[in-house]
């Protein structure tokens, strides 16, 4: 019986996962808006505007950006080039990422299985491994930029953290190759390359590579000799000086950046519903480093604990973005293992408790089937799970035109930059924005009950506000005011107003 259920979750892997793929393709094309969506299509947007000097993405200044990335350079040139909208331009993004991380799996899997393995055998590994980056999380639905869950992954398939991620897998796998071979000088000099490509693309799935790069090398065996070593910090000195060199904004200068930890402090709740089907993972590292001290992915994983623990206790909240470090390692050993265990009976045993907590996982997760068909044709439990996305802020986009600045709350901030226009304030914490306090007051300032028109008109005036998002519970200026003029209403009660003549 046992055995039966080891060959039939090794037989059935690489179908699930084919369907997985095809959802996650259909979901792509379906491109479902939640999260920060909003700002990667503005950073699109700028860049196809402006290529050298696209300013900053949400407001109307002349600022550098993160967001301003080797990746979204490329996005913006593709923009620019065929004339395709941003959003067409984000669903091809979308595919490349997922094409790069199914194939980063397939290299770096294949790093992990014996050359003599066949071509079915590491199909299936990569299939079980893929499997398990995507489903073994836990039985409470968890959503992130940089965690791979499936819910997650298909909200996020277009944003920087999957290309990086996809590249990360790409650099693991070329790496423990070089180190393997004792790769020449050009070898190690592109590895160093796409690291900072990853790091400047993304900078905190970059954090992961960087942990999984330094475990590869702590886990290569043989050791590298004292010529590898010497190209090995070559090629970590040419992306360093790729990473000080990037024009678009300074990469350093995020060292110093401040106001992320308390939107960071929801990755340390709930950690038991979240990753306890990870607990399988865990175990099989537990094997791996039975049969080898120095395993790469116990390494791996041991960094990514220190790293989230150390975020805990010191109240370095975002050092909490570190976690796939640890959870990636899990999820691969978990895979491997159904293939590399010595004992028959261990195998069969994990492959029986890992298939029952994929379809744990799976069952979580599977909500995401609405994003793809609509929810009424879906069986009542299924339809439950489903999280309709956002609805966008396409319903302005008639009057509202590129380059005008929109005064709006947090929420709508956050969407309104992605066609083109600019907000008063930024929907998302911008470290190079000198003025970011004074712009979120100015907004609470208008939006506060009790403000005096005068203090209302000073904010229009001051930012140049052309239009006003307000929702029917917002306060502000009334709608008879002669300086605004109802242009249209959306969804949710909101109003679009104009602001006419000078507001002062």
């Known amino acids: 019986m046992r055995a039966a259920s080891n060959a039939a979750l090794r037989a059935a892997a690489p179908l699930v996962l084919l369907l997985v793929v095809a959802l996650l393709v259909a979901v792509a094309i379906r491109l479902p808006w939640a999260g920060d969506l909003g700002i990667h299509a503005a950073t699109v947007e700028r860049l196809r505007h402006d290529l050298l000097d696209p300013g900053n993405p949400l407001v109307d200044e002349k600022t550098p950006s993160p967001y301003y990335s080797p990746w979204t350079v490329f996005l913006g040139v593709v923009a620019d080039v065929t004339g395709l909208g941003t959003f067409t331009v984000l669903r091809i993004a979308a595919l490349i990422s997922l094409t790069l991380l199914v194939t980063g799996v397939w290299r770096f899997t294949g790093t992990f299985t014996e050359a003599s393995a066949s071509r079915t055998r590491r199909t299936a590994i990569t299939a079980l491994v893929l499997l398990c980056l995507l489903l073994l999380w836990g039985t409470s639905l968890f959503n992130w930029s940089g965690f791979l869950g499936l819910n997650s992954l298909s909200l996020t398939l277009s944003y920087p953290s999957t290309f990086a991620l996809g590249l990360s897998f790409h650099l693991w796998a070329l790496l423990r190759g070089a180190l393997a071979r004792g790769s020449g000088m050009p070898g190690f000099l592109g590895l160093g390359l796409l690291w900072s490509v990853?790091?400047?693309?993304?900078?905190?799935?970059?954090?992961?590579?960087?942990?999984?790069?330094?475990?590869?090398?702590?886990?290569?065996?043989?050791?590298?000799?004292?010529?590898?070593?010497?190209?090995?910090?070559?090629?970590?000195?040419?992306?360093?000086?790729?990473?000080?060199?990037?024009?678009?904004?300074?990469?350093?200068?995020?060292?110093?950046?401040?106001?992320?930890?308390?939107?960071?402090?929801?990755?340390?709740?709930?950690?038991?519903?979240?990753?306890?089907?990870?607990?399988?993972?865990?175990?099989?590292?537990?094997?791996?480093?039975?049969?080898?001290?120095?395993?790469?992915?116990?390494?791996?994983?041991?960094?990514?604990?220190?790293?989230?623990?150390a975020g805990r206790v010191s109240g370095h909240y975002s050092w909490g973005r570190a976690l796939p470090a640890a959870v990636i390692p899990a999820q691969v050993a978990a895979g491997l293992e159904v293939f590399g265990a010595e004992r028959r009976a261990v195998r069969t045993a994990f492959a029986a408790v890992l298939g029952a907590a994929l379809l744990a996982g799976a069952w979580t997760q599977s909500g995401v089937l609405g994003y793809v068909v609509p929810r009424d044709v879906l069986p009542k439990p299924l339809a439950d799970r489903y999280k309709p996305p956002w609805r966008g802020y396409h319903w302005v986009t008639p009057w509202v035109k590129y380059g005008d600045v929109v005064l709006a709350t947090d929420f709508p901030a956050r969407q309104i930059p992605a066609y083109g226009p600019y907000t008063v304030a930024p929907g998302y914490p911008d470290f190079f924005l000198p003025d970011e306090a004074a712009r979120t007051s100015a907004v609470g300032t208008y939006f506060a009950p009790g403000t005096e028109r005068a203090a209302r008109l000073d904010v229009l005036r001051r930012y140049e506000v052309r239009w006003i998002v307000s929702h029917r519970d917002d306060a502000g200026l009334a709608a008879t005011d002669p300086a605004l003029h109802k242009v249209t209403t959306g969804p949710g009660g909101q109003t679009l107003y104009e602001v006419v003549g000078d507001p002062g």
């Open 198 to 309: 990853i790091l400047l693309s993304h900078q905190f799935s970059g954090v992961v590579a960087s942990f999984g790069a330094l475990a590869m090398v702590a886990g290569a065996r043989p050791w590298p000799a004292r010529a590898v070593w010497a190209r090995l910090v070559a090629g970590l000195a040419l992306g360093a000086v790729v990473l000080a060199a990037w024009p678009y904004y300074s990469f350093f200068g995020l060292f110093h950046a401040q106001s992320l930890e308390e939107i960071h402090q929801a990755l340390y709740r709930n950690l038991p519903g979240r990753y306890w089907l990870l607990l399988a993972g865990v175990f099989a590292l537990a094997l791996r480093w039975r049969r080898d001290r120095r395993d790469p992915l116990v390494v791996f994983f041991a960094l990514g604990v220190l790293m989230f623990a």
